[in-house]
């Protein structure tokens, strides 16, 4: 049923059958574990080094991604990029989901919102401000979406006994990266928020949505807690990003 509104990105229809859906054209393939990285360099070494196949590939008009399979301690795992951005991200895990994949881990890397967070510190988004449009069409309106409380938990406690440092915190998911205004940041911090990205608010939703197991661990990137803007040169640091994602393969069996 559908909730009219002046607004139309509030008229939330609770109807869970759409016109097309990715199961009607893809096919289960794929193992039920997945992580999803942001960091092309970081997968092109580690596949290549365990010399991984494809599998599968994410189409596009613009770009097709493949899918590899790992096998770690003896558990098929897929390993693949998302498409970028809330609906790129949505899209992502409905194709994933609809050939097999049960479980995620994904990696990616945020804007900072508190100048204490240094470059490479891994935090984990307990929650997410839903200032994207993609969200809404997956769960009521709300100001903000959790992450499912089962697997973060599970996560916390394997880089516990990995002696993994991390923070927990709030993300601010955005559209606009070029609308990141001074007043906007303000407020977002004000609620809570450490790090600012464009994809988390989605992933979280569609995993409720599907009832899936999904837990995004993020990296302390630029810095936007100052007077200009600091990019801090956070797109090379190749070795946190390769760090994370071996990481994040060692713990999506986990889940």
Same mark, same amino acid.
């Given at each position: 049923?559908?909730?009219?509104?002046?607004?139309?990105?509030?008229?939330?229809?609770?109807?869970?059958?759409?016109?097309?859906?990715?199961?009607?054209?893809?096919?289960?393939?794929?193992?039920?574990?997945?992580?999803?990285?942001?960091?092309?360099?970081?997968?092109?070494?580690?596949?290549?080094?365990?010399?991984?196949?494809?599998?599968?590939?994410?189409?596009?008009?613009?770009?097709?991604?493949?899918?590899?399979?790992?096998?770690?301690?003896?558990?098929?795992?897929?390993?693949?990029?998302?498409?970028?951005?809330?609906? =790129?991200?949505?899209?992502?895990?409905?194709?994933?989901?609809?050939?097999?994949?049960?479980?995620?881990?994904?990696? =990616?890397?945020?804007?900072?919102?508190?100048?204490?967070?240094?470059?490479?510190?891994?935090?984990?988004?307990?929650?997410?401000?839903?200032?994207?449009?993609?969200?809404?069409?997956?769960?009521?309106?709300?100001?903000?979406?959790?992450?499912?409380?089962?697997?973060?938990?599970?996560?916390?406690?394997?880089?516990?006994?990995?002696?993994?440092?991390?923070?927990? =915190?709030?993300?601010?998911?955005?559209?606009?990266?070029?609308?990141?205004?001074?007043?906007?940041?303000?407020?977002?911090?004000?609620?809570?928020?450490?790090?600012?990205?464009?994809?988390?608010?989605?992933?979280?939703?569609?995993?409720?949505?599907?009832?899936?197991?999904?837990?995004?661990?993020?990296?302390?990137?630029?810095?936007?807690?100052?007077?200009?803007?600091?990019?801090?040169?956070?797109?090379?640091?190749?070795?946190?990003?390769?760090?994370?994602?071996?990481?994040?393969?060692?713990?999506?069996?986990?889940?």
């Amino acid at each position: 049923m559908i909730r009219y509104n002046k607004i139309p990105i509030l008229e939330f229809d609770s109807d869970r059958e759409a016109k097309i859906t990715a199961a009607s054209f893809l096919n289960k393939i794929l193992p039920e574990y997945c992580v999803i990285s942001f960091f092309k360099e970081a997968i092109n070494k580690i596949v290549k080094r365990k010399n991984s196949r494809i599998i599968g590939y994410l189409h596009s008009e613009i770009v097709d991604i493949p899918i590899y399979e790992l096998d770690i301690h003896g558990k098929r795992i897929c390993i693949t990029m998302p498409f970028a951005t809330a609906p =790129g991200a949505a899209g992502t895990i409905e194709e994933l989901h609809a050939m097999g994949v049960e479980k995620f881990i994904v990696c =990616g890397a945020a804007g900072c919102l508190c100048s204490e967070l240094e470059v490479g510190n891994l935090i984990l988004p307990v929650s997410a401000v839903r200032d994207e449009g993609t969200s809404y069409h997956y769960l009521e309106p709300s100001r903000e979406v959790t992450c499912d409380p089962f697997a973060l938990q599970t996560v916390k406690q394997l880089l516990k006994d990995m002696s993994v440092p991390y923070v927990e =915190g709030k993300t601010w998911t955005t559209d606009a990266f070029y609308r990141e205004t001074a007043e906007k940041i303000k407020r977002r911090v004000s609620e809570g928020c450490i790090t600012v990205e464009m994809e988390c608010a989605a992933f979280y939703a569609v995993a409720k949505f599907y009832n899936l197991p999904l837990v995004q661990i993020l990296y302390a990137g630029d810095n936007l807690d100052c007077e200009k803007w600091d990019c801090r040169n956070w797109k090379q640091q190749y070795s946190i990003r390769e760090n994370i994602v071996n990481l994040a393969l060692e713990i999506v069996g986990g889940l």
